[in-house]
């Protein structure tokens, strides 16, 4: 009872007695699952969030200038052997690890399951999972070694990815080489700062953004596992991309040659991108850009080149190094707002499944620790050859799009 008065006085204080709208017909298991989850809600943090996001937020006042990058397809051959030998060396002294962020849940493919077990017309099917596993296994392969597999889940998708990886007898892989670890999560607010319900006992919280990995790596003592198993480099992926080249000696013989803590690798922007927020450095350091900060003339800038300066964007492809990983573990990130759909319990206790989005998502990102270096190696690669992701059925991501292109370059690799 004392815990159920705490949990009646929080909810008062911040004006949320709503959650408690079915609890007098709940059984008594679920009514401790609900009070537990109240007290560990960050009560301070959330409103502080959704007033922050109240206010018109700009970086206006900062000077934005290029930042430097690295163009794959203008490197001769003689200089890719130089890169690419260092990185084999790292690869095959078990120099690399690899993380894979598979938190989410494959709503907008019609999945009610995570995202990597959605499965791509291959013949036979593959999932997400399994394509990037054959990544991993082909370079096991190719450099005589065991790259260790980190995947980062929710705690919504933890239990049951751990299931069909134990069900898929880890695609080959040796359970032994895989760890999973957990993202954190913050609760959503609707547009009116209220908590919603996901079930009668359960208020509605999402992952908070690909950004705590850090802060996840750190508190499952993950850095230091990697640190005693000799790992130099970790390679940062999302599970949708099926050209996601997680295995790159390129990539990772740029960033040690070039004494680079952080690296990532970009795309040029096309039309379809406008919106794209594009690499820069804001006020000298590496950062994103909103593409609402770069002007026309800006975009259609070239250096003496002929290389654009201002449109270099992120494919969620990084590669930072172990003392990187440590100083980004201790770093405050910011949060970013997002308008999303969540269903949830209306007051007669009806599942309502939204059609525009109704609530706010405060979330991490990745790109923001790049401010906290001085610099960060940029690696543009051509998009065919790297970024096929998978996001919804309709727009420039689908899965027919992701195929041919994932079937384009599997043809370009047997011949060359």
């Known amino acids: 009872m004392n815990k159920y008065r705490s949990v009646v006085k929080l909810l008062r204080k911040y004006n949320q007695e709503q959650v408690l709208a079915f609890y007098n017909t709940l059984p008594k298991e679920e009514k401790e699952l609900l009070l537990d989850q109240v007290l560990n809600i960050d009560f ?38 130089k890169y690419i030998k260092k990185g084999e060396e790292i690869i095959e002294n078990g120099g690399l690890a690899v993380i894979t962020l598979a938190g989410g849940q494959g709503t907008r493919l019609g999945l009610s399951l995570p995202k990597g077990f959605f499965e791509v017309e291959t013949n036979p099917k593959k999932s997400l999972f399994q394509i990037q596993c054959e990544t991993l296994q082909m370079a096991n392969i190719k450099y005589n070694t065991v790259i260790h597999w980190y995947i980062m889940t929710s705690p919504d998708n933890d239990s049951i990815t751990k299931v069909y990886f134990e069900d898929k007898k880890y695609f080959g892989y040796g359970k032994e080489n895989v760890t999973f670890f957990k993202q954190d999560t913050l609760p959503v607010l609707d547009f009116n700062s209220k908590l919603i319900l996901d079930k009668a006992y359960k208020v509605k919280e999402v992952s908070n953004g690909n950004g705590d990995v850090f802060s996840s790596l750190q508190r499952y003592g993950l850095i230091e596992d990697m640190e005693k198993k000799g790992i130099k480099y970790v390679f940062i992926g999302g599970i949708d991309n099926i050209l996601l080249k997680t295995v790159d000696p390129l990539f990772i013989g ?84 997002a308008e999303k759909k969540n269903d949830y319990l209306n007051d007669e206790g009806v599942k309502i499944m939204p059609k525009s989005p109704n609530t706010y998502k405060y979330e991490q990102f990745i790109f923001d620790v790049f401010p906290y270096f001085d610099n960060i190696l940029l690696l543009s690669v051509k998009r065919e050859r790297e970024f096929a992701p998978i996001k919804s059925f309709t727009g420039i991501h689908t899965p027919e799009r992701a195929l041919e292109l994932y079937l384009n370059e599997r043809r370009n690799s047997i011949k060359g």
Request: overall charge negative; some cysteine; glycine content about 2%.
């Open 44 to 81: 301070e943090k959330l409103i502080s969030l959704y007033n922050e996001f109240q206010k018109d937020v700009s970086y206006t006042d900062a000077v934005i200038t290029p930042l430097e990058h690295v163009e794959e397809t203008k490197l001769s051959s003689y200089i890719k052997s």
């Open 254 to 337: 740029l960033c040690d040659i070039g004494n680079c803590k952080v690296a990532s690798k970009t795309i040029t922007k096309n039309e379809n991108e406008k919106d794209e927020w594009v690499f820069a450095r804001r006020d000298g350091k590496p950062s994103i850009v909103s593409s609402k900060r770069i002007t026309k003339e800006m975009e259609d800038k070239k250096d003496e080149n002929g290389k654009y300066l201002y449109k270099e964007i992120n494919i969620l492809a990084h590669l930072f190094s172990i003392d990187s990983l440590k100083l980004c573990a201790n770093i405050d990130l910011p949060y970013h707002l």
